[in-house]
């Protein structure tokens, strides 16, 4: 599976609907894949961070991505988001989303992965997830706050080398870091995509070095980000960074702190857009105070959105 499908393509990490009584909302669902499929998109994140995936139940996570392989026909790649208490639950959890049709794994850190030292505990665990479940596996490098673990380069190096790892989203939130990285990756020998998962410079990582993104931000502006990233990959840098200039205002809406409020925000803004009909999220995340919303509407107003 390529990751993305064309160089700078973008993939959005899709939400999750959710009843009134924090259940998923298959039907919402329905009417939300059928919009976010609609975009010219590199692929489709499902069961990360932005859809809650953590806090979903294993039947739900394999429900969930059946949804999206019946609607997308293979239209576009689904990468589906893996986080399991151990390392057995974690071969069988990927074993589900291949069966249910995802065509590649986002693993998510574990919590085993703190601490020091660790590079055996990373690599076995990812090692063995990439000989029992055979799927193309993206690297999870993601900023502590959101529960996350940054690889050090000689982690880094042992990761890269299983042959299923194809790409890494690059989510410190720190441009320094993101740079880094970049760097200690394009001086090995192997190729391997890097997705900005940065929300909050986007562009600028783009310029960077990153050859693509999977971005909670993806889901909404998706058009707008879809256009910034082809002009990027034509060189065409002053243009995308006039999109990325008028954007900048949602996604510091969207993204302020604290940033685990983020997924509450999107459900907001795409609400207020009339792409779902709730805006709950599953506790112990949290609904965000009305006082909020108003800048999200500003900021979807100023760009045409609504």
């Known amino acids: 599976m390529p990751i993305p499908s064309v160089r700078f393509g973008l993939i959005p990490a899709t939400i999750t609907p959710m009843d009134v009584n924090f259940r998923v909302d298959y039907d919402q669902l329905a009417k939300y894949v059928d919009w976010i499929s609609g975009f010219d998109v590199g692929g489709l994140a499902v069961n990360v961070d932005t859809g809650e995936g953590p806090h979903l139940y294993p039947e739900e996570r394999v429900e969930i991505l059946r949804a999206y392989a019946r609607k997308i026909k293979g239209k576009v790649p689904i ?12 071969i069988k959890l990927g074993m589900d989303a291949k069966a249910a049709g995802a065509d590649g794994l986002l693993v998510f850190p574990h919590p085993a992965f703190t601490g020091e030292p660790v590079g055996d505990i990373v690599y076995t665990y990812h090692k063995a997830i990439s ?48 740079v880094d990285i970049v760097r200690f990756l394009k001086a090995g020998s192997k190729k391997v995509t890097i997705l900005t998962g940065n929300d909050n410079f986007i562009y600028e990582s783009l310029v960077m070095g990153a050859e693509g993104g999977l971005l909670g931000f993806g889901t909404i502006a998706t058009d707008r980000q879809v256009e910034m990233f082809e002009l ?68 979807l107003r100023d760009l045409g959105l609504i």
């Open 232 to 299: 990027v990959a034509e060189g065409k840098l002053e243009e995308a960074g006039e999109i990325w200039r008028q954007l900048l205002p949602l996604e510091e809406a969207v993204f302020a702190p604290p940033v685990r409020d983020y997924r509450a925000r999107l459900k907001v803004a795409l609400s207020i857009m009339g792409v779902l009909d709730a805006t709950y999220v599953r506790p112990p995340l949290r609904s965000i105070p009305k006082s909020e919303e108003e800048g999200i509407r500003k900021a």
């Open 79 to 90: 990468v589906a988001g893996l986080h399991a208490r151990n390392t057995e639950e974690a």
């Open 131 to 178: 000989d029992s479940v055979g799927l193309p596996i993206i690297l999870f490098h993601l900023q502590p706050a959101l529960g996350g673990v940054e690889f050090k380069p000689e982690v880094l190096s042992r990761l890269i080398s299983i042959d299923n790892v194809v790409a890494i989203k690059e989510a410190s939130f720190d441009a320094k870091k993101f």
